[in-house]
């Protein structure tokens, strides 16, 4: 339901009042930065973040670091990848399956001990060879699909690593920044320390411990975590790139999943930072001199259909007019106060994977219901169809009140919406998992945000037949032969100019088949305090928090 503003003012006054006292506050010694996060619980803090890319914005990108990276400087630029703990790369010219990674002198995870080769072969073992004493089952889901080619590792020496793909990848490069580096001597010492009757369960409790007092690389260390309650992250003065070393020393991360709650710990100075405010709230926020930062990025707000037999939207006609029926602009300038792009595919014009396709989403209630009508629903015929959802979560948006709005518009082109809603990593869980399995609850649509800033999240992993459940984030279990023919293309192109004109016909033909119902582009908002400075908010799902600075 739709919170009213003078539920949500009351809400405000009692959490305002109910959490001063609770909250303890930090030494006016020191600087502190508090965030209240969308997610229900701390990301998991051990290497590999689950709840999504806010799990990597968070416990992720902070801790730790990739062989590559995203250039998080500009506000203004596309948000490109760029070396990390690799200064550089390159693919064998003769065996496209082969690439070398000189990996950057000088790096020690948070413990002291060094990173070279040997742990760039270690973490990428505790993800894809099972008889290592380090590989995590737990890991794997959020780690492997999304990097689904990567093969093996082999040092060359300690400062120059060799990756074997399973198939020729131009993409490898980009789905490396989601690998990050934990420190195997870290890890070795809660291992030695261990009980359990076996090697596995002695590795499970290694990185139990390990999640608890982590290791890495990133410009922020643990200080103390409390889970479902606290993350303190304190700055490290030694990272090994010294115009990112924080200006804060503190950053505490509080899970906050109710939108109205951030708000109100915000406007009570509870936090300092909060993302995806309340959109009603944002006149009161102005008002009162709170900051508000917002910025298109890749991303995507969709319902994710099944394609399955039986499922109602294997029709085309039925796929096509649910794009035709919703107000985008309607949804962005009402409900969500500005804060949305209208998403007429992955990309918009002018994006170069765009392409030219020639279905044009737009809002046509009566091209809707005529194509309704032509696959036999009416006004006295409903299409009843069902889509999993979430309260909130990573890039989640407003999810509940903007399903409830794409119910009512639907309503008017013959559907008969019900949702099922569910927390926010059990969605995610289940996405995994595909719409034949017992999770998706007899749900043919799942509404899950996907990020945009590489052609493997973009497009590879949902359109591609083979990185169906449990590979990959193929939900719907699509098999299009011509997608999978585009795929192959592109990744096999390393010519840059001859790819991104590949990803462009993909891209093109995943429009013109109405692949997903596009809703919104998320603009990532986010609400501070004045006192906040030096934010800057980059064309991504990631934001640097390096260079923010805070007045006590």
Known sequence: MLIKKTTRAALIAVLALTTAAAWPRMASAETVLRIGMTAVDIPRTLGQPDQGFEGNRFTGLTMYDGLTGWDLSSADKASVVIPGLAIEWKVDDADKTKWVFKLRPGVTFHDGSPFNADAVVWNVEKVLKQDAPQFDASQVGVTASRMPTLASAKK???MTVELTTKEPDSFLPINLTNLFMASPTKWQAFYDKAEGPDAKAKSQAAWTAFARDASGTGPWKMASFTPRERLELVKNANYWDKARVPKIDKMVLWPMPEANARTAALLSGQVDWVEAPAPDALPELKQRGFKLYANEQPHVWPWQFSRVEGSPWNDIRVRKAANLCVDRDGLRDGLLAGLMVPATGTFEPGHPWRGKPSFEIKYDKAAAQKLMQEAGFGPNKKLTVKTQTSASGSGQMQPLPMNEYLQQALAECYFDVQLDVIEWNTLFTNWRRGAKDASANGANATNVTYAAMDPF??????????MAPPVSNNWGFINNPKFDELV?????????AARDAA????????????????????VGPRAMSPKVTGVVQPKSWFIDFSPVSIAQ
């Open 156 to 158: 060359i020496d300690d």
């Open 488 to 496: 192959k293309k592109a990744r096999q192109t390393f010519d840059p």
């Open 503 to 522: 990803l462009a016909e993909l891209h093109a033909a995943s429009v013109d088949d109405a692949a997903f119902l596009y809703v919104a582009h998320d």
């Open 457 to 466: 999240f973009a497009l590879v992993r949902f359109l591609q037949s083979g």
